[in-house]
């Protein structure tokens, strides 16, 4: 793997980092496996696949980037809550999901089954019959249910013309479709990760539709319940809003993560493509004493596994 930078110089050109993907494991289009052969081909080196509440995806998608030369951090987005808003933590693992992690990904698993249940009926009273069947008819039999399935099974059934139409109307934030109450609290999540040994990461800072005043307080419980980063690029974003979060990060001392949030083919998104890093002193989460040491072996037989 070519080395990565130990800080930000403001190159433009693409770093191969991407640390913010989904597949199938949750609501991604493709298989863990092709996600990491898409990486490949798109020259990202290093990579997370974060699917939602879940781990599932890890092993395949390990097994993958170890035969393609691509390094794999173990990883999953969850799903919490901060003051009534719904929040979203990227965890990096090296050493994988265990202990208390674990066991609050395998509640995640039945908070979303909960969670999928109250957004049918709300779906249900917008004129999507049998939204539960529906929605599963998109997913899938094998993963939980999410918003996405809700919005491309209100596309199928003629009541939306595409899944933008849909989040914007019915299950983007504030929404009948917006259902947070079954998350647990951000420290709570955050401590998970933690003790797991992994690094939490604020995902996505700029698209929760708060002032710079709120994401400071958010950024400042974030960090005093033991988060350690952000995400300072999170696909495309204006360049003087991302230096403006660059300095809210340098003043907490956080560390700076990148992902395109890559979801499906054919997109605005790929993976690995993103706006550049600003030049900035915030150092970047591969630097973290925590993830450093995985990077540094990550062509040894045994890196990558769970």
């Known amino acids: 793997m070519p080395p990565l930078p130990e800080h930000f110089a403001g190159d433009p050109g693409p770093l191969g980092v991407d640390l913010h993907m989904h597949s199938t494991a949750s609501d991604g289009a493709l298989a863990p496996a092709d996600v990491v052969a898409l990486c490949a081909e798109r020259g990202v080196t290093l990579m997370a696949l974060t699917d939602h509440d879940t781990v599932a995806g890890v ?22 809550r901060w003051q009534g808003i719904g929040i979203h933590v990227v965890a990096l693992l090296p050493q994988g999901a265990h202990g208390a992690l674990a066991a ?96 939490a990461v ?59 949030d890559f979801h499906f083919p054919g997109g605005h998104l790929a993976p690995g493509s993103m706006s550049p890093v600003p030049r900035t002193a915030v150092p970047p989460v591969w630097t973290h004493p925590r993830l450093a040491g995985f990077i540094a072996d990550c062509d040894e037989p045994t890196a990558g596994a769970l």
């Open 202 to 260: 604020l995902a996505h800072p700029l698209r929760y539709g708060l002032t710079r005043r709120k994401r400071g307080q958010l950024l400042d419980d974030f960090a005093a319940a033991g988060g350690q980063a952000a995400e300072l690029i999170s696909g495309f974003q204006n360049a003087d809003v991302t230096r403006d979060l660059a300095r809210q990060l340098a003043e907490r001392e956080l560390y700076a993560s990148l992902g395109s």
């Open 59 to 80: 092993s395949e998608a390990a097994a993958a980037a170890k035969r393609l030369g691509v390094c794999l951090l173990p990883a999953s987005e969850l799903s919490t």
């Open 104 to 199: 609050g990904l395998d509640a995640q698993v039945e908070a979303r089954e909960a969670r999928a249940a109250v957004i049918a009926q709300r779906m249900e009273k917008l004129g999507l019959d049998n939204a539960l069947t529906r929605a599963r008819e998109q997913a899938g039999p094998h993963r939980p249910l999410g918003r996405p399935d809700f919005a491309r099974a209100l596309v199928a059934a003629g009541l939306v013309p595409d899944v933008a139409t849909a989040f914007r109307k019915h299950l983007g934030s504030g929404k009948a479709g917006d259902v947070k109450a079954h998350w647990p609290a951000l420290a709570d999540v955050v401590g998970w990760v933690v003790a797991a040994g992994g690094v």
